[in-house]
């Protein structure tokens, strides 16, 4: 396979495919790829795999360890309920 370096990418144009990058999940290299191949090639837009990502959106490790601390007491057995 080849290679390709683009030069002086336009700042807005490079914030766009940025956008995009996060948008997809994807790096930057295979977003352009992704890019090049919906517009030269008329390859439709990949859907997103999981359905609910649209809606629910996906946690940073900061949101995930919040959530485990603050949902820790559920995993506590009461003890007195059981005798």
């Known amino acids: 396979m080849k290679s390709l370096t683009i030069h002086n990418i336009d ?3 490079m914030q766009i495919i940025e956008r995009k990058a ?3 999940d994807l790096s ?3 977003t352009i790829k992704r890019l090049l191949r919906q517009q030269l090639l008329n390859e ?4 997103d795999e999981n359905p609910f990502n649209a809606i629910a ?3 940073s490790s900061t949101e995930h360890q919040t959530f485990t ?3 820790a007491y559920f995993n506590q057995i009461d003890d007195s309920l059981w005798q």
Do not use: R, Y
Request: aromatic residues 10%; neutral net charge.
């Open 11 to 13: 700042v807005s144009l």
């Open 22 to 24: 996060a948008e997809w």
């Open 28 to 30: 930057l290299n295979k």
């Open 44 to 47: 439709p837009e990949i859907k």
């Open 57 to 59: 959106g996906k946690w």
């Open 69 to 71: 601390e603050n949902t």
